[in-house]
């Protein structure tokens, strides 16, 4: 996040939107992965080798709190959540996520485990020339991707002329039993809610009420003289009201971060300087993580919001979720297991948002039905 940058690049613009990646594992014996201890597998491996992994992609761990089914990192970059049996990472900025692919892929293997499925994920960069490589662009990333795995698939999600959604599957879950019956192995669901120019009076919760920083969260307007005046009496009216949060602690509560999830709790969070905000947390009982990053600056203004918790819906959950930051606009992505708690539920629709028109849906089956994807874009009306 915005600590590792000078001031000046306030300026230019920080990349919110996460790269992401998530690596399933099984035993390389043909085990059950459910065989695999609670505190066994992945979980083996301490802070310090994932220290020497986050390093790759030119980050580093702030925060660390094990919780019983799974590890919680909070990165400078985002967040790192290690199980037994998965790897799932998320890093924003211009940070080298594939580049920590074939020490995990090696790290499992040294203890007996292969992958069974991988995805790498992201949105649509605001900045795709600040990138490096292999992130410089999908069809590079894909190119990287597919010498690691030959077999796997990329697709994009959305128009290419707005906002959509870069995606690379690589599937070798064996889904049938030896007696020739469907095994119940699809059982994950997940929801991403990315978020652009979010209201400016929650924006102001994550920055420093710093001179420097202050005018950042409010857009120029048209004519120069009237936006250095306009400019000037939000900075004082922001800095009177005292809108702004000293300590993590603060920004969590005040902006209604802590109660989003009702079956669940804040592991920790980090509120950067001068500006932007992470955390990560538990849902479902400890079976499920969810976390949050955020960018204030107005000309790069996101919040990203993710969990694999299981519920019948998701769409209370985006509904809170979207109050919470009031977007100018939106993408939400759903994946949907064919028998995780949603897809048994019923059909994948997409949520009603007040306030909100829906720009597009795309909808993506995987396999014969064994998972879907859904992509929504919506709008402020």
Known sequence: MMEKYELAALDEGFEGAEKKMEIDFVPITGEDPETIPVEAGMRTYRREFWSDVVALLNGTILLYDPQERFDCYLISESSLFVYNDRVVILTCGTTLLLKTLPVMIKAAKDIGLEVSWFQYSRKNFLFPEKQHFPHTSFDCEVDYLQEVFPQGR??????????????????????????????????????????????????????????????????????????????????????????????????????????????????????????????????????????????????????????????????????????????????????????????????????????????????????????????????CR
């Open 154 to 379: 990329p697709f994009v999600m959305g128009p290419m002329t707005s906002d959509h959604w870069y995606l690379f599957v690589a599937d070798f879950i064996r889904r049938e039993s030896v007696n020739g019956n469907r095994k119940i192995v699809d059982k994950d669901q997940m929801l991403n809610v990315y978020m652009y120019d979010i209201d400016a009076s929650v924006a102001q919760l994550f920055m420093r009420a710093d001179s420097l920083i202050l005018p950042s969260i409010f857009r120029n307007s048209e004519e120069d003289g009237d936006a250095d005046k306009d400019k000037l009496e939000k900075v004082e009216e922001a800095k009177n009201a005292q809108d702004f949060c000293a300590t993590t602690e603060e920004a969590t509560e005040r902006s209604g971060i802590g109660k989003l999830m009702p079956d669940g709790g804040v592991v920790h969070s980090h509120l950067f300087e001068p500006c932007g905000y992470s955390m990560n947390g538990q849902a479902g009982n400890g079976a499920a993580y969810w976390t949050i990053h955020i960018t204030p600056e107005a000309h790069c203004s996101y919040a990203s919001f993710e969990t694999n918790y299981a519920c019948p819906s998701y769409h209370e959950l985006i509904q809170r979720v979207v109050a919470t930051f009031r977007p100018k606009r939106l993408t939400t992505v759903e994946h949907i297991d064919q028998d995780s708690c949603i897809s048994t539920s019923g059909p994948v629709a997409p949520v009603e948002l007040d306030g909100y028109r829906m720009q597009g849906r795309t909808l993506n089956e995987f396999g014969c039905k064994d998972y879907v994807v859904q992509l929504c874009n919506f709008e």
